[in-house]
């Protein structure tokens, strides 16, 4: 009608194995083929369970899940030879899937128990005839996945019935098999085709912030990183720490920065409701249990959350999240926001620092707010713990920096004129090192992206990091500007960037920077400040004090946002 070409498709599919009952695959096969076109379902290997196994796409969304969590965790098989698994062991498969539906369907409360016992020992019994033992170990894990996972919200739904499209799972830590240490007490994955994220909690009360993190290979890794300093410096406070993060999988390019930052605002908004999702509430002091949630824990009814890297500005986000659910923490869900204080703006994590900076250099007879001084960091001006720290004194002179994104070179930069650049880069939304004004940059200073091949060191840059000047790859220019020979080593970023010599970079658990990481005794500056977490090893910290250098522990330098934000 009116013109339109319409375009009519008619598939036929032929299938390398047997099918027994076609009829049986037909409907949720048609259903997941329009669903992956939709792209509301991820196109992969995993899908051949429908024609294959008969599981609804549903059910193939939550095997699915099972395995993304499984490569946060370190194991050992990749998601191809998963997925082929799974499908060469059908019949185990869709028994597993039962198990999941006799374990947390709300429906089946009477028959719960019995179901469970008969579906595992019919599993266990199909393991014997699996003859490849990697292939066992995987169906095995699946199992025990399955087992640890305590609540999910599976069977949720949104008011008008549908599905959500995302899925999360809580888990029992503890019996998860080859868990890397430390282990917390509980943990939920939140998946959906948009992103993956995690919360690590120590404890039944704990406390932590959620981080928009930049590592999809391993941002498990670096959360449980990030989780075991919270449990050293939360005591302060609280019992325990915790902490979560979030990657994203489909984003806009980062250069479009207004729908970047809204597509990481939406998946921010979905990873706090699939934690509410499986959270218990108080209502009038009561606790009530989420709807359509079958708990295999007791009551637990305490989730905060707080700031972290890129999710600064998120906590009025976080709260209204907590609103839309009645939680009953209602707007200090959130620390911060239009009801608390902004992390950047009261900058306090960076003034905590600030005054490990004072106390080293004053043994040294320096005083940072009166005498210029050399500075090398990690991070940019956008930044809270970076941005704030550098603008704690007039006589900085940063001569090299970098992040994800950019390296700043600025040999010998003007102390006034440098601080008043940073300064308005901070007030700047969403600014990176590239907004910086080249115009204010010394002889032989530039801003090179990361991405380039290599970049054209120039004499005055390579004198002032210690290195010969020529083409430098960008890892090795990292490097270079990490073992410079200035006086302080400012680290407001993400990653561990310093080792000890007798450690591997496999042992260190950061991949993301094991292209740039250094040795503790090849630095050359003389005061290390921590205003990120983890920026060093503790076995990194002891050789380069040993070699004569100045450093607390990122425990004590970042501390004061910490135990000031609840």
């Known amino acids: 009608a009116g013109g339109t070409v319409v375009f009519v498709h008619d598939f036929g599919l032929k299938s390398a194995r047997a099918i027994p009952d076609v009829t049986a695959i037909k409907v949720p096969t048609e259903e997941a083929l329009l669903r992956v076109a939709r792209q509301e379902i991820e196109n992969d290997g995993f899908n051949r369970l429908t024609p294959g196994a008969a599981i609804a796409a549903d059910d193939v969304v939550v095997l699915r899940a099972y395995a993304k969590y499984l490569k946060q ?82 069977w949720v739904r949104h008011a008008e019935g549908k599905r959500k499209r995302f899925l999360s799972f809580k888990l029992q830590s503890a019996q998860v098999p080859e868990l890397p240490e430390p282990r917390p007490l509980f943990e939920v994955f939140v998946y959906a085709p948009r992103f993956e994220a995690i919360h690590l909690r120590g404890g039944k009360v704990a406390r932590g912030g959620l981080r928009w993190s930049d590592r999809p290979e391993d941002f498990r890794t670096e959360v449980l990183g990030l989780m075991k300093a919270q449990m050293v410096k939360n005591a302060v406070i609280v019992p325990v720490g915790s902490k979560g993060g979030f990657v994203l999988k489909a984003a806009p390019p980062a250069t479009d920065r207004e729908a970047y930052l809204k597509e990481g605002q939406e998946c ?134 970098f992040d994800h994104r950019h390296v700043f070179l600025d040999p010998s930069p003007d102390p006034e004129a440098s601080f008043a650049e940073r300064e308005r880069l901070f007030n700047l939304p969403r600014s990176s090192w590239d907004d910086y004004d080249r115009k204010l940059i010394s002889k032989g200073g530039g801003v090179f992206p990361r991405s380039a091949k290599t970049i054209a060191l120039s004499p005055e840059a390579a004198a002032a990091i210690g290195i010969e000047a020529g083409e430098i790859a960008p890892p090795d220019l990292l490097r270079a500007i990490l073992k410079a020979p200035v006086d302080l080593l400012y680290n407001g970023g993400i990653g561990t960037y310093v080792k000890s010599s007798r450690q591997s970079s496999a042992e260190v658990g950061d991949r993301a920077n094991d292209a740039i990481r250094v040795n503790g005794a090849d630095l050359r500056c003389k005061v290390v400040a921590e205003g990120g977490n983890l920026g060093f090893t503790q076995l990194g910290r002891v050789e380069y004090a040993l070699r004569g250098g100045r450093i607390f522990t990122d425990a004590i330098d970042n501390s004061a946002g910490v135990d000031c934000s609840d």
């Open 73 to 154: 965790t370190g194991f050992t098989f990749s998601q191809s030879y998963i997925e082929q698994t799974l499908a060469a062991h059908a019949a185990v498969t869709a028994q597993l899937v039962a198990l999941f539906h006799a374990r947390f369907d709300p429906d089946r409360d009477r028959e719960r128990d019995e179901l469970q016992k008969q579906l595992e020992a019919d599993i266990r019994a199909g393991f014997n005839a699996v003859t490849v033992a990697d292939e066992d170990k995987i169906l095995r894990r699946f199992l025990h996945l399955i087992k640890a996972t305590l609540r999910t919200n599976h």
């Open 268 to 401: 921010y908004r979905n990873f706090l409701r699939g934690i509410l999702d499986v959270t218990d509430n108080l209502v009038e002091g009561k606790v009530v249990p989420p709807r359509d949630v079958v708990r295999h824990d007791p009551d637990d009814t305490y989730l905060v959350v707080a700031a972290d890297k890129g999710t600064a500005t998120f906590s009025d986000i976080a709260n209204s999240i907590s609103a839309e659910y009645g939680f009953w923490l209602g707007d200090a869900f959130a620390s911060g926001g239009s009801v608390g204080y902004d992390h950047k703006k009261m900058g306090i994590t960076a003034k905590g620092a600030w005054e490990s900076v004072k106390r080293h250099f004053r043994e040294i007879d320096v005083d940072t707010q009166s005498t210029d001084f050399t500075v090398a960091g990690i991070g940019d001006m956008s930044g809270d713990v970076f941005g704030n720290g550098m603008l704690l004194s007039r006589h900085i002179k940063l001569v090299a920096a």
